[in-house]
Antibody
């Protein structure tokens, strides 16, 4: 069974940093492109970032470019999202998602709250 | 960026009746390599992550009931639930995976009339 388990969310002050992790199991992690998708409270889905199978190619939404960094450790079956210079508008549930093309496998999400 | 526009924003349908949700992309999402539209539909129930229903615009994900179907015409896409069940109450999103940034429609909230 495919499992994606996010961790690392919490309350952080504006301008602060947070690192999210996503532990994958039940599938061959190293063969999947991986993504982060977020959802602000009561709002829709917004794609944040993706990384290719070996970590050499990454893409970001304009809203996070230069502040967030996606990475992966295939030996540990883990995806990461380093989030710096956090803003109130980054408050959301962050989902880890595995894909070949479409977003097929979703984690349960971890809540990030940016507030003073 | 490709803009995905869904209609309606909300929809109330009686049990057993047909529900139709529309999605339009601001430009083609047809991939020339496989001649398929890079369009997916997701269902999200309260407190849960989204669940993939349909990909390549009309291919049903394994385990998804056959009352869910997807269709396409150019840059217009439709999700149809042929006979609404109580468990289908959710928000539905379309999404293009043709190019980054991947973009979602704003969502359609489906309720029971």
């Amino acid at each position: 069974e495919v499992q994606l388990v996010e961790s690392g969310g919490g309350l952080v002050q504006p301008g602060g940093s947070l690192r999210l992790s996503c532990a994958a199991s039940g599938f061959t992690f190293s063969t999947y492109w991986m993504h982060w998708v977020r959802q602000a409270p009561g709002k829709g889905l917004v794609w944040v970032s993706r990384i290719d199978t070996d970590g050499t190619t990454t893409n970001y939404a304009d809203s996070v470019k230069g502040r967030f960094t996606i990475s992966r450790d295939n030996a540990k079956n883990t995806l990461y999202l380093q989030m710096n210079s956090l803003r109130a508008e980054d408050t959301a549930v962050y989902y880890c998602v595995g894909s070949y093309f479409y977003l097929g496998n979703w984690g349960q999400g971890t809540l990030v709250t940016v507030s003073s | 960026d490709i803009v995905m526009t869904q209609s309606p924003d909300s929809l109330a349908v009686s049990l057993g009746e047909r529900a139709t949700i529309n999605c339009r992309s601001s430009q083609s999402v047809l991939h020339s390599s496989n001649n398929k539209n890079n369009l997916a539909w997701y269902q999200q129930k309260p407190g849960q992550p989204p669940k993939l229903l349909i990909y390549w615009a009309s291919t049903r994900e394994s385990g998804v009931p056959d009352r869910f179907s997807g269709s396409e015409s150019g840059t217009d896409f439709t999700l149809t639930i042929s006979s609404l069940q109580a468990e289908d109450v959710a928000v539905y999103y379309c999404q293009q995976y043709y190019s980054t940034p991947y973009t979602f429609g704003q969502g359609t909230k489906l309720e029971i009339k």
